[in-house]
């Protein structure tokens, strides 16, 4: 008869809830470092596609309007001696007169980019004429050669 007077008992077991908590972990534990790999593969291709267009930009630049206006290079502040002109530590121009960075907006007045915005990777203060919200990270600007590279480099699983 003792077993007539006990009411049911509901909800979960000490031993329901670690079994519940161990799925749970294990789960994350697979999902985060995943994750991680997406977000960097994903920032590597999008400074790797703003450095082909820049790239791209310049070249057209450099071989049409560039000639023909006596400013080989869209950079913000010299002429061809001014490439390559800059503090590899601290990004600064190194050379009175010379700003090797792309001049984003004129690039974007001429044609060459859809606007000054659409390099998201820009950095306004170094690229100051980029128009992008200041989540970019990069400067750009152009080599002794005419390469287009950025301030500081990109490496892999290292993102300013």
């Known amino acids: 008869m003792t077993g007539y007077f006990m009411r049911k ?3 979960v077991t000490l031993m329901e809830l670690l079994v519940a908590a161990s799925i749970i972990a294990i789960l994350a534990a697979v999902a985060i470092p995943s994750s991680r790999g997406f977000l960097g593969k994903g920032k590597l291709d999008a400074h790797a596609n703003d450095r ?9 630049w450099r071989n049409t309007i560039g000639r023909t206006i006596g400013r080989p290079y869209p950079i913000l502040q010299g002429g061809e001696d001014c490439l390559g002109k800059l503090d590899p530590i601290g990004g600064i ?12 907006a004129a690039l974007a007045t001429q044609g060459f980019l859809q606007n000054s915005a659409s390099i998201k990777s820009a950095d306004p203060s170094k690229n100051t004429t980029a128009t992008n919200t200041k989540s970019g ?5 152009v080599d002794t050669g005419g390469v287009v590279k950025s301030h500081p480099d990109f490496l892999q699983g290292v993102y300013p």
């Open 9 to 11: 008992q509901s909800g």
């Open 52 to 60: 082909e267009i820049l790239q791209t930009s310049v070249d057209v």
């Open 93 to 104: 121009p190194s050379a009175a007169g010379c700003n090797p960075y792309v001049d984003i």
């Open 137 to 141: 990270s990069y400067g750009w600007w």
